[in-house]
């Protein structure tokens, strides 16, 4: 776990308290990207805490919903807090509800830090943790979220008024989530299978390569460029990324001819 930490620069923290879940939670968002590259490289995803820590300390690459939040409970847990893994629907753009277990969220207690919403697996969300007992706005720099809970007793997460998710509050373990991460890895009707995206909060932004489209945003200024070569997308891997890589994931309908 020390080796984890490092990865993501932080220190190791003297209590497992409010003040420094807040700081892991964003030095974690800044240091390891959301991507699906290993979909497109062929590489298995494997939800085992041994095999998530090493693909983001060892390997340093980083991952989506079900590994980012896999690995980082591992750390949580490691340092004092008490992680609980909960299933979420994600939203679609006209509000509907996808399938349960199409995400992973954290619930995050410690001794005194209240109840809290972590997640580093959602791309563009709150930086910080959302206190899950609170049904007012919560103002974050990713926006202003709230809390609600259904009439079934789930918990509805908001940003800027739209629906992100449905968490469910039954405590889950990862394999609960196997059948689902290899339907996202397999299935030509997942999102995860139809782009390929790696993408990682800045100091300043967000930073987000698209196959071969870098975008860059910082504030409301929008920067894109298209890398016409592979040496110049490998390049952006690790620039941008930290992400070395031997050979280019193919994106989906170009081959790699």
Not at 72 to 100: C, E, I, N
């Amino acid at each position: 776990m020390d080796g984890y930490l490092k990865r993501i620069g932080a220190s190791r923290p003297t209590r497992p308290d409010a003040e420094s879940l807040r700081e892991l939670q964003l030095l974690h968002l800044l240091a390891v990207p959301f991507e699906n590259l290993s979909i497109h490289l062929g590489e298995p995803v494997v939800l085992d805490d041994q095999a998530l820590v090493e693909k983001v300390v060892d390997r340093r690459r980083g991952g989506f919903c079900y590994e980012l939040n896999g690995a980082f409970a591992v750390l949580l847990r490691s340092l004092g807090y008490q992680v609980t893994m909960l299933s979420a629907q994600v939203a679609g753009r006209d509000g509907s509800l996808g399938p349960p277990f199409a995400h992973v969220a954290l619930r995050v207690n410690g001794p005194d830090t209240g109840l809290w919403l972590v997640d580093v697996g959602f791309g563009a969300f709150s930086h910080h943790p959302l206190r899950l007992d609170l049904r007012t706005d919560q103002a974050d720099p990713g926006g202003t979220f709230r809390v609600v809970e259904t009439a079934e007793g789930d918990l509805d997460v908001l940003k800027d008024g739209a629906l992100e998710y449905r968490l469910e509050q039954r405590p889950r373990v990862p394999a609960d989530f196997v059948p689902t991460c290899w339907w996202h890895q397999t299935s030509p009707r997942s999102h995860f299978t139809r782009s390929l995206v790696c993408s990682l909060l800045t100091e300043r932004g967000r930073v987000t390569l698209s196959d071969r489209s870098l975008v860059e945003t910082v504030g409301d200024d929008r920067r894109e460029r298209h890398l016409d070569t592979d040496e110049a997308t490998f390049a952006a891997y690790r620039d941008h990324f930290g992400i070395e890589l031997t050979r280019l994931p193919t994106a989906p309908g170009r081959s790699d001819d």
